[in-house]
């Protein structure tokens, strides 16, 4: 079946401008999940939605980032006036029951 | 204190070798452990879960330690595929479904 899927695959801004990265989460699953990963690095937690709960935004590093997730299903992550340490992998999952996460391909930002 | 902890490495050992990682984590009231497998720009994939009593799928076991909070994966008769990175992931707490992923063990196997 489909797994995560994630849009675009890459992406290259200019420092100051907006993004926005979509993931879809594997149908069914309740809880997804926002991490980046950078070069060498491991994953930073970021945002995750479970079910109609409010979202836990703890690990949101600024108020640039924010994200939605419409209807129980896609979610969009936005940068607003993104800067060059935001640069990263910006991987999403989803889950069915808080045991397995499956990870989409992500998405590579390179702000510059 | 980094909330999950884990060697870096990278360990290179050959094929066949027994090769162990091992991970510490901070939050006693952690509730769930995993290892995930990072292969090189990929995105990460469940190795295993991690149970209070230790488990085995194969060439790897998976043992949990709650009194000095850690957790060890061994692989034994290493494969050139398993060369990856391997990544210990804890669930907070109970009533969360927050996870937290160590910056990863980086392994290589050598023919």
């Known amino acids: 079946g489909a797994g995560v899927s994630q849009s675009p695959s890459n992406k290259v801004t200019e420092k100051g401008k907006d993004v926005e990265l979509r993931c879809d989460p594997i149908?069914?699953?309740?809880?997804l999940y926002w991490y980046r990963q950078s070069l060498g690095q491991g994953l930073e937690f970021l945002i995750y939605?479970?079910?109609?709960?409010?979202?836990?935004k703890s690990g949101l590093p600024s108020d640039r980032f924010s994200a939605e997730r419409t209807g129980g299903s896609v979610s969009t992550l936005t940068i607003q006036r993104t800067q060059q340490e935001d640069s990263a992998v910006y991987l999403c999952a989803s889950s069915q029951n808080a045991y397995e996460q499956y990870f989409g391909p992500g998405t590579r930002l390179t702000v510059t | 204190r980094k909330e999950v902890e884990q060697d870096p490495g990278p360990f290179n050992v050959p094929e066949g070798a027994t090769v162990a990682f091992n991970c510490t984590y901070s939050?006693?009231?952690?509730?769930?452990f995993f290892w995930y497998r990072q292969d090189c720009r990929k995105e990460p994939k469940l190795l295993m879960s991690v149970y209070s009593s230790g488990n085995e799928d194969g060439r790897f076991t998976a043992q949990l330690n709650r009194a000095s909070q850690y957790i060890s994966l061994l692989i034994r008769d290493s494969k050139l595929s398993d060369s990856a990175t391997y990544l210990c992931v804890v669930r907070e707490a109970s009533g969360t479904y927050k996870y937290i992923f160590g910056t990863g063990t980086r392994l290589k196997v050598l023919a």
């Open positions: 149908s069914g699953h309740t809880a």
């Open positions: 939050n006693s009231a952690s509730q769930s």
């Open positions: 939605f479970q079910g109609n709960s409010a979202p836990d």
